[in-house]
């Protein structure tokens, strides 16, 4: 019923730039590894990972699983201008690209990105960010109780997921505190794959198997327990965070940008990038369509909208409406469209860029 469940709905159509007409790009089937274009210019370019960005400079990860593995610091050539290189990127590297204390190789090339989660300006941010790039995943982390959990909350994660066509997976913590039952009622209608962690009981294979394959970024608000989380999936994340950057002089940690972490298990690994400095999401850049889009059953019914539906609760006539009042989507269809309409509702009410 949604697209991530329906593989054959995958294509391959892939985008490059920031770009808002190509943005509407579906998951790459290579997964996590999106194809790095081949120019002619600096033929001699290793290809390498982002896995920070810390003001300016890069951390990479270059022969990612061989023996030759090695992480760098890089900066971005000129030649990029304005283009954004975010955490998830795979670049093409020129310089020293050796690894050694002191070296700076040097990004000249972003490769093709299979999908672009970012967020528009809203009141606590003036300006448009790219949060990650070539995420498959989006674990929304939130806690049953302390802080009080909020289905809009989640909501807004979840349209911004959809949207970049990424896959939402909740994830209910602290659940020692609360049962989450009734909040999760709140999601019955959008067929979202659910775990719950509390005190003692974090699931960690559960978890960690649905990362394995995958990158997953994790969100979610301050206090809800995702570091805690994090730091059992990825038992070196902690050490992580006394590691000091060899040419900043400062801790991977020290301020508040999007790490990456591998976890690895017996068959295979998988990416958690964590987005500590994520507060809100302004969801100004959404198009509804997407939205509409992500609930497969509800975009063929909506083939019978009069034009120009906004498929909201007020909308006059909206076949979606109907269909569900005579019954067609049986009855889970109540609560499908009640999650539907929050999560346009959520977009509706995000102020649109430069208003
Ligand atoms: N009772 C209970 N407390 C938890 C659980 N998970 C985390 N906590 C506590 O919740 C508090 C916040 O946990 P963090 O892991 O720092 O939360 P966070 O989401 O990373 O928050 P920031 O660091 O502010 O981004 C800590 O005191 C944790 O010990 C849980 O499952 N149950
Ligand atoms: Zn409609």
């Not at 509407?24 to 999106?34: F, H, V």
């Not at 590691?243 to 900043?248: A, H």
């Not at 972490?261 to 017996?266: F, G, I, L, M, S």
Request: proline share 5%.
């Amino acid at each position: 019923m949604s697209w991530w469940e329906t593989p054959e709905n995958t294509g391959d159509d892939e985008f490059d730039e920031y770009d808002e007409a190509a943005f509407r790009a579906r998951p790459n089937p290579k997964g996590s590894r999106p194809r790095t274009k081949q120019r002619p210019e600096h033929k001699d370019a290793l290809s390498a990972r982002v896995l920070s960005v810390d003001r300016g400079r890069y951390l990479v990860l270059l022969d990612e699983d061989t023996p030759e593995e090695r992480e760098l610091t890089a900066t971005r050539a000129s030649q990029l201008r304005r283009k954004a290189v975010v955490t998830g990127d795979q670049v093409d590297l020129v310089g020293d690209t050796s690894g050694e204390d002191g070296t700076l190789a040097r990004i000249v090339r972003v490769g093709e990105r299979s999908t672009l989660l970012r967020r528009s300006a809203d009141d606590t941010d003036q300006v448009e960010r790219i949060i990650v790039a070539n995420a498959d995943q989006m674990v929304v982390v939130v806690a049953a109780a302390n802080p009080e959990p909020r289905a809009r909350l989640v909501d807004r994660y979840l349209v911004a997921a959809l949207d970049a066509r990424i896959k939402p997976i909740l994830c209910i913590t602290k659940t020692d505190l609360a049962d989450p039952t009734e909040f999760l009622e709140n999601f019955a209608g959008l067929d979202l794959d659910v775990v719950t962690s509390g005190s003692g009981s974090i699931p960690i294979d559960e978890i960690t198997e649905r990362l394995v394959g995958h990158s997953s970024v994790f969100v979610g608000h301050s206090g809800v327990g995702k570091s805690t989380l994090v730091n059992a999936l990825v038992p070196d994340a902690r050490r992580a965070i006394g590691r000091v950057n060899d040419v900043t002089g400062r801790g991977r940690h020290t301020s508040s940008s999007t790490e990456s972490y591998r976890v690895r298990t017996p068959h295979g690994s998988g990416w958690v990038i964590d987005t500590p400095g994520v507060r809100s999401f302004g969801l100004g850049h959404v198009d509804p369509a997407n939205i509409l889009g992500a609930y497969t059953d509800l975009a063929d019914i909506a083939e019978r909208c009069p034009r120009g539906c906004t498929h909201l609760p007020d909308a006059p006539d909206c076949a979606i409406a109907e269909a569900v009042a005579d019954g067609e989507l049986g009855e889970g269809g109540a609560a499908r469209l009640d999650s539907f309409h929050r999560l346009l509702q959520s977009v509706a009410s995000s102020p649109k860029l430069g208003e």
